[in-house]
């Protein structure tokens, strides 16, 4: 059984207007605490829906306590990846080796 956390009907209309904040809002970064105060929630309605977005991927809980989009910025932990150039090696007039990058 999966242990995300499903909406409720009632907070159908909540989780519709925070998406709709997050979206107006690009890098909107709020703690629990915050998003309570903004939205006038109870404590328990507040980590309900934001477990909620988190779950649905919409949110992403940073290591500073704060709720951001998932698309959003970058995210620490996720591994960086070198890419290889594309170098073309060709001999000069003098017969020496010369890299000149690919041009697109």
Known sequence: MSDLVRPDFSDEHLLRR???????????????????????????????????LVDLKFLVLGADGTYARLTEGTFPGV?????????????DERGRETRNRARS
Do not use: C, F, H, N
């Open 18 to 52: 925070i998406r709709g904040e997050y979206l107006e809002m690009p890098g909107l970064r709020l703690t629990r605490q915050q998003a309570q105060r903004l939205w006038g929630l109870d404590d328990e309605t507040s980590a309900r829906v934001l477990r909620v």
């Open 79 to 91: 591994p960086l990846r070198m890419v290889k150039a594309d170098i073309d090696v060709a001999p």
